[in-house]
């Protein structure tokens, strides 16, 4: 069974960077890479979940317009981890991240996190 787990959430003021990490487990992303979608979402209290970025199976990658130049996404196929490197954060970033794991086309998810919370103080 695929399981997910988020961490490196935290609070920082605007300006600042945190690194998100998804440590996944019941998959190996060596093997399966060549089929998965992997991508973070995020969710501000009273907002609807939005997509933040994902990485496709051929290794590229998708950016949300509100973070295209202050997010990257990677993959660590030896970690089978999925990263998230944010910089400049901004208040509107704060929110619940959620890593999110699909078997298919991008950005389609079958898998989630519990979620790490990112707050961002003005």
């Known amino acids: 069974q695929v399981q997910l787990v988020e961490s490196g959430g935290g609070s920082v003021q605007a300006g600042g960077s945190l690194r998100l990490s998804c440590a996944a487990s019941?998959?190996?992303?060596?093997?399966?890479?060549?089929?998965?979608?992997m991508g973070w979402e995020r969710q501000a209290p009273g907002k609807k979940r939005e997509g933040v970025a994902f990485?496709?199976?051929?290794?590229?990658?998708t950016y949300g317009d509100s973070v295209k130049g202050r997010f990257t996404v990677s993959r660590d196929n030896a970690e089978n981890t999925l990263h998230l490197q944010m910089h400049g954060l901004q208040p509107e970033d704060t929110a619940m991240y959620f890593c999110?794991?699909?078997?298919?086309?991008?950005?389609?998810?079958?898998?989630w996190g519990q979620g790490t919370q990112v707050t961002v103080s003005s």
């Open positions: 990485i496709d199976k051929d290794g590229a990658t």
């Open positions: 019941g998959v190996n992303f060596s093997y399966y890479g060549r089929w998965l979608c």
């Open positions: 999110a794991l699909g078997w298919g086309s991008c950005p389609s998810y079958n898998y």
